[in-house]
């Protein structure tokens, strides 16, 4: 439920500040396959507990996409699904995350009694932390990180700053989409003022494509399907377009953006299909349709704009369903 005030919300904050300051080595996790606002708040975090003289171990249930690694600096970041590490942690922050499930396979890494700061953004966080500091109208979790930081009197350095334009910069779409508020561009305002290279950035993130995605993406746009009178409609990627084309994870960013996009279109959707009958399910809307509560109707979650599920079945199976839900929803 959001907060009514922002005494609450500054309350969250001063908890937070006391989780951090009386605690030392954490163990700092995002969400399974890492998108920009992910990344970043997963650096941010370690150069802010930098800052303070904290230890850390930064980890993911897989690999971070090689595209963001260059927010972390000299800081490493594990992939647990190579290298686990041989211990358990009693103090873990958990960023961008909208619930206990998107963690992953790493929570066999807390200790029975872990205390756990959950930092999120999300309208369907169910607050799963033994402290939460979640503000559902911020547009990334790096806006939460900002005021966190701001809230510490932390210094405003180079990489924590790179770190929070990047979250803000992917997760409104290049400051296009309705979640850019004019705390957004203030805060991108200042982060430009103290150096951070915006074009860059820009560039790296958002512009340039592998040659990879673009063979995924020919293949995905070949899908392209309709329904509702074309209210709805959707792609899909299978595992033998990935093998083929020789795509990673994050060569299907941005590709659920295509069908929403089309005219007329009120919900886009990408199906991306994995091993064992494991379907992911990213939706977009126009806005007249709230896609969290599709999602969370099916075990997912996410904002009233951009939210997703995972489903088990066969690709065609889990298509109808979903378009089904989707249907009744318009």
């Avoid at 040659?211 to 070949?222: E, F, G, M, Y």
């Amino acid at each position: 439920m959001m907060m009514d005030t922002l005494s609450g919300y500054e309350t969250e904050l001063e908890n937070a500040k006391r989780f951090i300051l009386e605690r030392d080595d954490f163990l700092v996790v995002s969400h399974v396959q890492p998108d920009g606002d992910a990344a970043g708040s997963t650096f941010a975090v370690g150069w802010m507990l930098r800052q303070l003289g904290k230890t850390y171990t930064l980890i993911n249930e897989g690999r971070m996409p090689e595209k963001f690694l260059f927010m972390a600096g000299n800081q490493g970041i594990v992939n647990f699904s190579e290298e686990r590490p041989q211990r358990r942690f009693s103090n873990i922050i958990s960023v961008d995350c909208a619930d206990f499930e998107r963690i992953g396979a790493v929570h066999a890494l807390f200790a029975e009694d872990a205390a756990l700061l959950n930092i999120d953004h999300h309208v369907t966080n169910d607050r799963f932390g033994h402290s939460n500091l979640v503000r559902e109208d911020a547009a990334a979790t790096v806006e939460v990180l900002y005021d966190l930081a701001v809230h510490m009197n932390l210094v405003m350095n180079e990489p924590l700053n790179t770190c929070i334009y990047s979250g803000l910069l992917t997760d409104t779409g290049g400051f296009r989409y309705s979640n850019t508020s004019p705390k957004v561009m203030r805060i991108a305002a200042e982060m430009l003022r103290l150096g951070v290279k915006g074009h860059e950035l820009a560039e790296h993130l958002l512009e340039k494509l592998t040659i990879s995605q673009v063979s995924l993406l020919k293949r995905a746009l070949s899908t392209l399907s309709f329904a509702c009178d074309q209210k709805v409609a959707w792609v899909y990627v299978t595992l033998e377009d990935v093998v083929q084309t020789g795509a990673s994870s994050e060569d299907l960013d941005g590709l659920v953006n295509y069908p929403r996009n089309i005219e007329g279109v009120e919900v886009g959707m990408l199906f991306k299909e994995r091993e064992h009958d494991q379907i992911k399910a990213s939706f977009r809307s126009g806005g007249h349709v709230d896609v969290a509560q599709i999602a969370k109707s099916m075990g997912g979650g996410g904002h009233a704009r951009a939210a997703g599920c995972t489903l088990y079945g066969k690709l065609d199976d889990v298509i109808d369903r979903v378009v089904r839900e989707v249907e009744k929803a318009l």
